[in-house]
Structure formats: structure tokens, C-alpha cells
């Protein structure tokens, strides 16, 4: 090659230093567009998410002393019902003012309002408010008249004006076991003055999915306008920071395509009408609530932010239409979710109870095809070696020995690179100037030496 100080020499090194400094300038370049155009707008759209979130959580907490508005399934005041209702009371009031079910299981305790038979005092046994074991434990689902009020319910519109449905003011009665355990379900019922019978069975496994059958009978003479509804409430959205990179608020998979929207969305709800198929709900940073309406029922679904009467946040369905012919029964299966999102129970829910894409509940991302399968793996790692951080290691390992060949291959190209440096400066001071005779050489010395460079 030419001597160190020749005139090639120095271009030589004055075109390294060019590149380099150019390299430096384009990736100082790529940096600005990329903070300028993509993360500035995103981090904006964040704060202003953030800002509404927090401002509706302080409007939300000077509700304490307001009388919320009976809703009907449709999220709309109920006629006559305006200004009616119970004030706000605290939790344990709430729980005290109506007839209920207990609820105990391995993963719950809590009870249903039967007052409606709702399902609005759950608590998670295996989580607290803090890592102190001895913090609280988890209260996830609340009375609609306490002032966190966070709900599920189920129930029918339609009837006459002489023959009344079970309405969210219903008492019910409870036959024969009143106790609800994975062991023992409960069965409660309602009979109106026509003779229709409702009967309702809650059964709960061991984690958090609830199977609720109803089965309606018409016992009269004529056929009856019924139409089955679902509806999940909350007054607050969660009272800590949010994750930018975690959805947060309405979720749902309806005839295969996932729906989220955000809890700082406007006042207009946001309508899914005729699915066939799905699932949808609300969705924290750890926990969730959905309703998988029956198979086979057409229905329409609604998020809505409802802002009259008791402001409060409510996802629903509807079946489109449905009458219960005289002398007709039918039945109705509703799976209830709500608890912790533990990826291998909501897996199980999946396959156990054919509920499409229920893995969606929990936010993977958009390279979900990756982060999915490394969390599986580093979760077994971690199940085997019970530490975490063992399991992040043990993780590194085997991604590492996966790729290894490729990375050896790397490996041994860069060294033969180096090897041939000495062969390819001598190369360059031969040709100098003639770049195309210089790239003929330099690629027929890879080629002798099997390099791909």
C-alpha cells in the first residue's frame, strides 16, 4: 500500500474521516426525525390522554355526595326514575343495604347483590394494594351505589305493561344452596304475575370466569318481547399512573377484530352492531371485566362515557331482537370474567370455553408474535428456578444457543475479514483511483478465500 504521509495516503485518510463524520451527522439526523416527527406527537397525545384521565378522576371524586340516575341497559336515565335513587354511601354500607349471596373460592370471596342479581362486591384473595402481604387485598368490583361503584350485570328488557321482565330493581330469590364455591353453584329465580319463570345458575371455577345459564319460561298465553342484555359499569377509571406502552379502558374482540378505546375518549359511544361472535369489556393495568354474550344471539355493542346523571363508564350488549313464545322456553349461557390477568388462565379460558382471542385481554403489543412466546418461556423458567432473575438469565441463554450459528457464521466472516485487511489495503494502493478495478479484485479475493463479507 502507500506509505504513511504519501499523497494517497492522506486521501485515503481523508475520506475515512469524511464517512466517518458523515455517519455521525446522518445518525444525529435520523434521531431528530424520529424524536421530531414520531415520538414528540406520541408523547404529546400521551400527556393530553394522561391530563384528561387525571381530570376526570378529580371530577369523579366530588361525587361522593351526589344521587346517581337509575340507567337502563341502554346506559339512558330510566322514565320516572330521575333523582330517585339512593345516595352514594361507603363500600360496607353499600354491602349492608340489600339481600346477598356469599361468594368463596381459592381466587375470590365477596357476594351477589341479589337486588338484581348483580355481581358487584368481588374481591381478589392472592393480590394486595402494596407488595406488603399485609396491605389490603385487592377490591375489584364494587356496589353501584357506593361512590367506586364498578359492576356486572345481566339481565332481559322488553315485556309488556302487564307483564314485567326482571329489572335491575328485582328481587331475587335463591333456591336451595346460598352459598357460591367452585363445588357448589347457586340457582336463583323470579316469577312474574304471568306465569313466566326465570331461573338463573351461577357456577365459578377456581379462578375468575363465571358461567351463568338463565332459563326463561313462558307459562302464559301469549308471546312476550325478550331481549337479553349485558352490561359492565364503573363510576372511576383507575386511580394510578398509566402505562404508555399498555391499553387501558374498553377492550373487546367482536367477529374476530380486537376493539379498544381509551377511557379519555369523547362523550359519543363508540357502537359494534351486529356481531355474531366475541367478547368485550373493561381493562386495567393488571385486571379486567368481560362479558362473552351466549352463542349463536345476534348483538349489537356499545362503550359509552355517560356523563348524565351519575357520570360513570359502561360497555354493553344487546341481543338485536328476540320474543319468547307462548309456552316457550329458552336458555341463555353468559361467561362472566373478573380477576387478574394471569396469561395461563386466560389460555385456558380460551380453549375451555371457545372464546375468541381471549389472549387479547392482555396487551402483547405489536410484536406480540415475539413478546408472547418470551414470556412464556421466561414465566416456565421462572416456575422451575423460582427467581426471576435466573429466569431472565436462563432466558438470555437459550436465545443466545438458538441463534448461535448464526452469530458463529458472523463471527468467523469478521475473522477472516481481518485476516484478509492486510491483502485488501495492498489491493487498494495497486488500483488507487480505478474504483471499478478495484471492486473486480476485492470480489475475486472473496471468492478465493470463501469470505462473504
Not at 7 to 22: D, I, P, Q, S, W
Not at 150 to 169: H, N, R
Not at 304 to 314: A, E, N
Amino acid at each position: 500500500g502507500k506509505a504513511p504521509g504519501t499523497a494517497g495516503h492522506r486521501k485515503r485518510v481523508m475520506e475515512k474521516n469524511r464517512n466517518y463524520y458523515l455517519a455521525i451527522v446522518l445518525s444525529v439526523l435520523i434521531v431528530f426525525v424520529w424524536q421530531f416527527f414520531y415520538m414528540g406527537p406520541k408523547m404529546d397525545a400521551q400527556q393530553k390522554i394522561e391530563a384528561a384521565q387525571q381530570a376526570e378522576l378529580a371530577k369523579q371524586q366530588k361525587l361522593t355526595k351526589d344521587k346517581p340516575v337509575v340507567l337502563n341497559a341502554d346506559g339512558q336515565p330510566v322514565p320516572g326514575a330521575e333523582g330517585t335513587n339512593i345516595a352514594v354511601v361507603d363500600r360496607q354500607q353499600a354491602l349492608s343495604q340489600a339481600k346477598r349471596v356469599e361468594i368463596d373460592t381459592p381466587a375470590l370471596s365477596g357476594s351477589i347483590n341479589l337486588t338484581g342479581a348483580r355481581f358487584d362486591d368481588l374481591k381478589l384473595k392472592k393480590y394486595t394494594e402494596t407488595v406488603d402481604k399485609k396491605s389490603p387485598i385487592i377490591e375489584l368490583l364494587n356496589p353501584g351505589n357506593s361512590k367506586d361503584g364498578y359492576f356486572v350485570e345481566l339481565g332481559f328488557t322488553g315485556g309488556t305493561k302487564d307483564i314485567a321482565v326482571p329489572s335491575m330493581a328485582t328481587e331475587w330469590a335463591v333456591a336451595g344452596n346460598a352459598k357460591l364455591t367452585p363445588e357448589t353453584p347457586v340457582t336463583l329465580t323470579y316469577t312474574n304475575a304471568a306465569g313466566m319463570t326465570f331461573s338463573r345458575e351461577i357456577a365459578v371455577d377456581k379462578d375468575y370466569m363465571f358461567t351463568v345459564k338463565d332459563t326463561v319460561k313462558n307459562g302464559g298465553a301469549t308471546d312476550i318481547p325478550l331481549t337479553p342484555y349485558g352490561r359492565i359499569v364503573r363510576y372511576t377509571i383507575p386511580a394510578v399512573a398509566p402505562a404508555y406502552v399498555l391499553h387501558e379502558g374498553f377492550v373487546g374482540v367482536l367477529d374476530g377484530v380486537l376493539q379498544e378505546t381509551t377511557w379519555a375518549k369523547d362523550t359519543d359511544p363508540v357502537k359494534h352492531p351486529g356481531n355474531k361472535d366475541g367478547w368485550f369489556g373493561m381493562t386495567d393495568k393488571y385486571w379486567g371485566a368481560t362479558i362473552a354474550p351466549p352463542k349463536g344471539l345476534v348483538f349489537d355493542t356499545d362503550f359509552s362515557h355517560i356523563t348524565k346523571g351519575q357520570p360513570l363508564f359502561q360497555a354493553d350488549y344487546r341481543e338485536q331482537a328476540g320474543t319468547l313464545k307462548a309456552g316457550e322456553t329458552k336458555s341463555y349461557t353468559t361467561q362472566v370474567f373478573a380477576g387478574a390477568k394471569e396469561v395461563p388462565v386466560i389460555d385456558r379460558y380460551q380453549d375451555e370455553y371457545k372464546i375468541t382471542d381471549f389472549y387479547k385481554l392482555i396487551d402483547w403489543g405489536w410484536f406480540k408474535i415475539i413478546t408472547r412466546p418470551m414470556f412464556k418461556l421466561m414465566d416456565w423458567l421462572y416456575k422451575y428456578f423460582g427467581n426471576f432473575g435466573l429466569a431472565i438469565l436462563g432466558t438470555t441463554v437459550i436465545v443466545k444457543t438458538l441463534f448461535f450459528p448464526i452469530a458463529n457464521r458472523q463471527y468467523a466472516s469478521m475473522a477472516k475479514m481481518k485476516m484478509l485487511q492486510p491483502k485488501m489495503e495492498e489491493l487498494k494502493g495497486k488500483f488507487g483511483d480505478d474504483k471499478m478495478a478495484l471492486q473486480t479484485a476485492m470480489m475475486q479475493l472473496y471468492k478465493e478465500e470463501k469470505v462473504n463479507p
